[in-house]
């Protein structure tokens, strides 16, 4: 049967590449759509993955990364005071603005970190310097993807830029360290970053905890809530708030669903139209294969193999699609993830695709007569 | 299955009755039709438009149930019979040729009689050789990997006559076989149906055409759902 049913498809090959078409157009708008909704999540909070740490402590009230009130310098000693906590890493995000070479002015957010004392390095990669470069006083590294913005040439290094109203110098470059509100990352060590924002010393906008066993990250987090005006939340926890505020809370994530779900409605159609009118036109000898002694299962079969092979061959054109699509949204500093969670989500949407639109033709091939060959 | 009625008749018939729709609507097609099929005969089963031949012959070939009446099929009650088993009464027994081909317009010649022999589990390489044997039977051996559209209407009807024989069923059923076909078509067909029936099988067509007459050995006339006449060729049948 599957001979039969396969060479039936490629038979009418102009239905035949509308099927895979749709199934490929279908499928890659639903990966695009899902992989930029888990790609804007990651994206949201990239910072806080990249950061690290067990538990984030922050001011009481505070919803998300990007507004937070900045903490009183002398809470270090008070969130590092609990027995299970290794290591705390104060963490700056300001907003503030940069003169452009052309006299304009930019907003960006100012992040500044302290480095990771169990290793001595900063928590993003570089694309151009070396973390020690930013030990040096009011040295800022930015993102390769903002120099456009920013009008700074493709090697900015030793450049200086005005932040905050103050003189620094780029002496580094990250990569694919964008934010999700569009407004570009500066990356100082915390004191530059203090004295761009104009704060004290100590002063931080998060601590990341590193604790020495996590199973006591309740505890950590139940004794600093104590604190009248600090909030302690795991990592987890934390990214899990930002992102549910950018994402969904913005409209984002049902916008991103209703585009995948449309895709998924429209390949539905197509393929269905398609694997119908295959059994259609081909009734009658279905019909003759019946009466020869075929049974239902046989006859099912038919139309199981067309959707199987539509499902695979469509699904695979349809990934690479989402694939050069990823590539081309980068260029334009979109994140659009292909994790396997996504791809299982393409995957069983496919499946659920084909199934739906197969579901059709098989019950017209179970309510085949056989007599209806003697008519 | 059920138990052997009788291993004499491939067909036995007794008071069959169809009807179709209930009530007001119902309407009579068959009404107590009685009819028993030996091997080694090619019967022709005539009449005029709406006397209930394609009805009676569906009910035969187990593709339709009658309203009443018992049907023995190769020595098995189809009556009695659920969907599954009588399709394998169907497959093991039987080898049908329509009206129309009905190939599938996709696979060639060999493939299209291959593939129902692979249907009714032949390994593929035998589904083959059989397929090709049975296509040169019919004169098609030189047109083994042509497509139905590639071949005129006798030899597609002769491609449906190598799949409905290339089984070796017991039982060879059609349905105005030669309706499409010119005159030297319609020959060249019946001929090839003609030669299959042997003292252990049989060949029972529905046709409207008189010029068959000469291919039968029996003739059975139906008229309003009633067997009117049933005669063999020795006897004076017209």
């Known amino acids: ?375 | 299955m059920s138990a052997t009625v009788s291993h004499s008749l491939l067909v036995e018939a007794r008071d069959v009755a169809k009807t179709f729709g209930q009530g007001d609507l119902a309407t009579s097609v068959l009404s107590g039709v009685s009819f028993a099929l030996p091997p080694g005969e090619l019967t022709l089963l005539m009449g005029p438009s709406g006397s209930g031949k394609t009805t009676l012959i569906s009910i035969l070939a187990g593709v339709m149930r009658p309203s009443s009446g018992q049907v023995m099929l190769c020595g098995h009650t189809i009556t009695s019979l659920n969907e599954n088993d009588i399709s394998r009464v169907r497959r093991r027994n039987l080898g049908f040729v329509f009206q129309t081909d009905n190939l599938f317009p996709a696979l060639t010649a060999l493939d299209n009689v291959a593939e129902v022999l692979i249907l009714k589990k032949t390994p593929r390489d035998q589904a083959r050789r059989l397929a090709t044997r049975a296509l040169e039977n019919v004169g098609l051996g030189a047109r083994l990997h042509h497509r139905p559209a590639q071949l005129s209407g006798g030899q597609r009807q002769r491609v449906a006559i190598a799949r409905a024989l290339a089984g070796d069923p017991t039982l060879v059923i059609g349905d105005e076989v030669t309706s499409a076909l010119d005159g030297a078509s319609a020959t060249t067909v019946m001929q090839l149906l003609r030669d299959y029936v042997t003292p252990k099988t049989s060949a029972l067509i529905v046709t409207h055409d008189y010029r068959l007459e000469r291919f039968a050995d029996r003739i059975v006339r139906l008229e309003d759902g009633k067997i009117v006449r049933d005669c063999t060729v020795l006897e004076k049948c017209s």
């Open chain 1, 1 to 375: 049967m599957i001979s039969i049913a396969l060479r039936s498809l490629f038979h009418e090959r102009g239905k035949f590449i509308a099927a895979l078409a749709g199934v490929a157009f279908a499928t890659s708008l639903v990966l695009a759509q899902t992989g930029l909704f888990v790609g804007f999540r990651q994206m949201a909070t990239a910072v806080i993955s990249r950061v690290g740490g067990d538990v984030w402590v922050m001011s009481k009230g505070t919803k998300l990364l990007d507004f937070s009130d900045p903490l009183s310098a002398g809470i270090r000693s008070t969130v590092a005071a609990h027995n299970c906590v290794e290591n705390a890493r104060g963490l700056i995000f300001g907003w503030t603005s940069i003169r452009t070479p052309s006299g304009g002015s930019e907003n960006c957010q100012v992040i500044g970190f302290e480095p990771n004392n169990r290793l001595g390095e900063m928590p993003w990669s570089l694309a151009s310097g070396l973390p020690s470069d930013l030990h040096a006083p009011m040295r800022v590294a930015i993102d390769a993807g903002e120099l456009r913005r920013f009008e700074l040439p493709d090697s900015p290094v030793g450049r200086g830029i005005q932040i905050g109203g103050r003189d620094a110098y780029i002496a580094a470059l990250t990569q694919g360290m964008r934010s999700f509100t569009v407004v570009p990352y500066v990356f100082a060590e915390a004191a530059t970053a203090q004295r761009i924002l104009g704060w004290g010393n100590d002063q931080m906008s998060y601590w990341a905890l590193d604790l020495k066993n996590r199973a006591c990250a309740t505890d950590v987090i139940s004794s600093i809530d104590r604190h009248p005006d600090l909030q302690a939340v795991t990592n987890d926890q934390f990214r899990k708030m930002t992102a549910d505020y950018w994402v969904v809370g913005s409209g984002a994530g049902a916008t991103l669903a209703f585009s995948a779900l449309l895709g998924l409605v429209v390949g539905t159609f197509i393929v269905g139209q398609t694997l119908y009118s295959t059994t259609e036109n081909h009734i009658r000898e279905l019909a003759t294969l019946k009466a020869i002694g075929a049974s239902n299962m046989e006859l099912v079969r038919f139309v199981a193999w067309q959707a199987g092979f539509l499902a695979v061959i469509g699904g695979a054109i349809g990934l690479l699609l989402a694939m050069t699509m990823r590539s081309g949204l980068a260029m334009i500093g979109l994140t659009m993830s292909l994790s396997a969670s996504v791809l299982t989500v393409g995957t069983a949407s496919v499946a659920f695709m084909c199934a739906v639109a197969g579901y059709v033709s098989m019950r017209k091939v179970l309510n085949v007569e056989a007599s209806k060959v003697f008519v």
